[in-house]
Each structure stands twice: as C-alpha cells, then as structure tokens.
T-cell receptor, first 112, second 113 residues
Framework: KQEVTQIPAALSVPEGENLVLNCSFTDSAIYNLQWFRQDPGKGLTSLLLIQSSQREQTSGRLNASLDKSSGRSTLYIAASQPGDSATYLCAVNSNSGYALNFGKGTSLLVTP | SQTIHQWPATLVQPVGSPLSLECTVEGTSNPNLYWYRQAAGRGLQLLFYSVGIGQISSEVPQNLSASRPQDRQFILSSKKLLLSDSGFYLC????????????FGPGTRLTVL
C-alpha cells in the first residue's frame, strides 16, 4: 500500500525566506503527484501536478520537483509571504483516475 | 468554468441519525467524482470514487454509502451515524481521460454527538 510522508509537520519562517517542503512515498510506481494548499476549515486548492514522466513543474513562486526513483518530491516556495500561510498537502496517484494517497501535510506559518 | 458545490457547509447530528451530503459539479461532463474524509489529526482518506453514473467503488469498509444518480451529482449517505463518522467531508472531481488533476469542493464539517 502506498504511504506518503511529509516532513516537517510544521514550519515557521519570517517573510521573504525561500523554503522547501518535503514529501516521500514508498511505492515509486506512481502515475502522478499533486501538491495542494488547504486553508483552515476550507477545501483543498490544487497548486501543481507533476506527471510521472516529468521532473518539475513551476507556477509563479512555486516549483515542485519529482524524483520518482527515490520516492521524493519537494515544493519550493520563493520569497515567502504571510498569505502563503496554510497547510500544504502532497498526494500521490498510483493508478490513473483513481484514489489519491495523501500525506498528513506541512503546516506553514510565514510571519511578517 | 467548472465549479463544485457541497452542502450543507456544517452539520451537527445525533448518533444513530441518518445522513445525506450532496456534491454537484457544474461546467463539465462525465467527471470522475470522489468523496474523502479528513478526521482530526489524520490525513485525507478516500471513501468512494465514481467514474460514471451508477458506478461506485468503495475504498474502505464503513457504515457510509455513496450514490451517483446523475452525471454531476454525488451523494454520501448513512442510515445510522456513529461518533467516529465525525470529520470534514470533501468532494472532488477530475476531468478524467488523461487529466487526473483533482479539484476539491469547500467541504462539509460533520459533528456527530
């Protein structure tokens, strides 16, 4: 069974810092990997999706990388802002069209 | 553009009462649909998914059930709620046909007392 782990569980940084969130998965036979953001009491917002054949995806200040062979993905956030404060979730799709296996998330706080 | 709706937003129900949560998607056709639960201190867990009308697959045994009476409508139900059913229920859709990006609704906060 695919297991997804996110480290650290919580992170606090001052505004302006670049930061990296980590995600690891146990079964490298994945179809794609998706990063989400969740604000307190809200649903999830899709940030980036990386197909298994891709190495990275970029959207604005966000860059996600994927190393399928080692079972790792990172989400890089450049020049962090207080509005980036949220929980970031990594999810792995091991079979097209079906379930996403989620990590428990990294809770990020960016202080002014 | 596509939108996904869930209702109610919050719900407080006594143990043993029935449950019906509704999810609808607009602006797309034949989406894949999903129900997830997010319990306190735990990650999101897939409960059900559907690739078409009347086609429901369950990921975990439980006292919940799901139905898809229309192409863009997904319903989560229970005949008798348990305390352990409390949580944040999220519905999601994906275009399918090679595009697996999942888009989530705003969620329903269920408290069973």
């Amino acid at each position: 069974k695919q297991e997804v782990t996110q480290i650290p569980a919580a992170l606090s940084v001052p505004e302006g810092e670049n930061l990296v969130l980590n995600c690891s998965f146990t079964d490298s036979a994945i179809y794609n990997l998706q990063w989400f953001r969740q604000d307190p009491g809200k649903g999830l917002t899709s940030l980036l999706l990386i197909q298994s054949s891709q190495r990275e995806q970029t959207s604005g200040r966000l860059n996600a990388s994927l190393d399928k062979s080692s079972g790792r993905s990172t989400l890089y956030i450049a020049a962090s802002q207080p509005g980036d404060s949220a929980t970031y979730l990594c999810a792995v799709n091991s079979n097209s069209g079906y379930a996403l296996n989620f990590g428990k998330g990294t809770s990020l706080l960016v202080t002014p | 553009s596509q939108t996904i709706h869930q209702w109610p937003a919050t719900l407080v129900q006594p143990v043993g009462s029935p449950l019906s949560l509704e999810c609808t998607v607009e602006g797309t056709s034949n989406p894949n649909l999903y129900w997830y639960r997010q319990a306190a201190g735990r990650g999101l867990q897939l409960l059900f998914y559907s690739v078409g009308i009347g086609q429901i697959s369950s990921e975990v045994p439980q006292n919940l059930s799901a139905s898809r009476p229309q192409d863009r409508q997904f319903i989560l139900s229970s005949k008798k709620l348990l305390l352990s059913d409390s949580g944040f229920y999220l519905c999601a859709w994906a275009p399918g046909l090679g595009d697996d990006t999942q888009y989530f609704g705003p969620g329903t906060r269920l408290t069973v007392l």
